[in-house]
């Protein structure tokens, strides 16, 4: 008796075995994200978003989340701002490949990119990020950004300032002599009187 039922056992768990081998699909894929959802779940959900100019892209040696994947940084030009503490140019991270939930950013294309802040660095990961000519629906329903803020550009300072500069000490010396001249007349006009 003990043998049936263990000679039925195995017979069941190796039947179990065997078809789940033929059920496993042949494309596997290493990440699966969630759709992102509407535009204003998206924007919630990132840090930063903004439509700028991908400028370079680099793999780097760096991997994302403890992955064998290396990271892409891709720096970008940035246009336009609707949320986030967004420079004038900024670097995104991004896994190598799409079969890691990377984006796959070209040099000198317009993206509108939504991102998260993950350390010191932005990443788009499983974004609802766009190229800038299919995100019209996401701009209209994101309205008017801001532009992102300039960076102080230092005064040089040239001939004519530093004549305008000596313009004004020279008034300001002349203004001085006459008062001093004006209070020693007054001084003696008075004195003889």
């Not at 008796?1 to 894929?29: E, Y």
């Not at 990440?31 to 990132?46: H, L, M, Y």
């Not at 991270?93 to 070209?106: A, H, L």
């Not at 020279?170 to 203004?175: D, E, K, R, T, Y």
Request: overall charge positive; proline content about 4%; some cysteine.
């Amino acid at each position: 008796m003990i043998n049936k039922k263990l000679i039925l056992t195995v017979g069941i768990i190796s039947i179990f075995f065997i078809s789940s081998l033929l059920i496993i699909p042949s494309n596997v894929q290493a990440c699966s994200c969630v759709k992102p959802g509407t535009v204003e779940e998206s924007k919630i959900k990132s840090d930063a978003v903004f439509e700028g100019t991908a400028t370079s892209v680099k793999t780097s040696s760096q991997s994302l989340f403890r992955s064998s994947e290396r990271a892409v940084k891709a720096s970008f030009q940035v246009n336009e701002v609707w949320k986030g503490h967004v420079a004038p140019t900024l670097e995104v991270k991004t896994p190598e490949s799409k079969d890691s939930c990377g984006y796959t950013f070209k040099v000198g294309e317009r993206y509108l990119v939504y991102a998260k802040t993950t350390g010191k660095s932005l990443q788009a990961l499983c974004s609802a990020t766009l190229l800038h000519s299919e995100a019209n629906q996401h701009i209209k329903l994101l309205g008017i950004g801001s532009l992102p803020p300039q960076p102080d550009i230092p005064v040089k300072k040239t001939e004519s300032s530093f004549a305008q500069g000596w313009y004004i000490g020279l008034g300001g010396v002349a203004v001085v002599s006459l008062i001093s001249v004006f209070y020693r007349q007054r001084k003696r006009s008075k004195s003889r009187t």
